[in-house]
């Protein structure tokens, strides 16, 4: 049973345009939220991240967004950029400090 | 820092053949940890070990998974024998402190087992 649920493997934007990368869980004892950017042959390096007691955490284009009560979490990436262009992990962990990795989202930024 | 380093970067193998997978952490890290990326399962953790020591290896999918740090600065992964289902993407990260949030990742073993 996949805790951290990414439901879209893949999507397309523009250059200049939003991207809205979404993440769901169901483990209501996390507590602290990431996201993980990964390109082709590297490892993923981390992101952006969000405690839950906050809901919004804004870094330069990137924002994520936390509904703690819909258990849910998005990456707002605004302008996107080619350069962009990856695959996106959200991560989530509680108590334990242990990150539990959602599927991945391929993002493709077109010029 | 140069970074966790895996190696090696790719591996193919046949079936039922021993395979090591090796991981320089980060120096002054004292969590490690292993993940298997699969299209299916997405990122999976292993076992991560904190000061030299396994805390949990409770993600290992089988007796055939072995994991062991004998130091600081080295990390073995062994799947002995090896299976075509255990193709994969093996990563080795590190961090510092127990938490592995922010964790540092390398750039992950390609294995495949024919």
């Known amino acids: 049973d996949q805790q951290v649920k990414q439901n879209s493997p893949s999507l397309s934007v523009q250059e200049g345009r939003i991207s809205i990368l979404n993440c769901d869980y169901t483990?209501?004892?996390?507590?602290?939220f990431l996201w993980y950017k990964k390109y082709p042959a590297e490892g993923p390096t981390f992101l952006i991240s969000?405690?839950?007691?906050?809901d919004k955490n804004e870094d330069g284009r990137f924002t994520v967004f936390l509904n703690k009560s819909a258990k849910h979490l998005s990456l707002h990436i605004v302008p996107s950029q080619p350069g962009d262009s990856a695959v996106y992990f959200c991560a989530a962990t509680g108590s334990a400090r242990q990150l539990t990795f959602g599927s991945g989202t391929q993002l493709t930024v077109l010029p | 820092d140069a970074g966790v380093i895996q190696s090696p970067r790719h591996e193919v193998t046949e079936m039922g053949q021993e395979v090591t997978l090796r991981c320089k952490p980060i120096?002054?890290?004292?969590?490690l940890f292993w993940y298997r990326q699969t299209m299916m399962r997405g990122l999976e953790l292993l076992i991560y070990?904190?000061?030299?020591?396994?805390?949990?290896d409770s993600g290992m999918p089988e007796d055939r998974f072995s994991a062991k740090m004998p130091n600081a600065s080295f990390s073995t992964l062994k799947i002995q024998p090896s299976e075509p289902r255990d193709s994969a993407v093996y990563f080795c990260?590190?961090?510092?402190?127990?938490?592995?949030?922010?964790?540092?990742f390398g750039q992950g073993t390609r294995l495949t087992v024919v």
């Open positions: 070990f904190n000061n030299n020591v396994p805390i949990d």
């Open positions: 969000i405690s839950s007691i906050k």
């Open positions: 483990n209501s004892m996390f507590d602290y």
């Open positions: 990260a590190s961090s510092l402190g127990y938490a592995n949030t922010e964790a540092f």
């Open positions: 120096s002054g890290h004292n969590s």
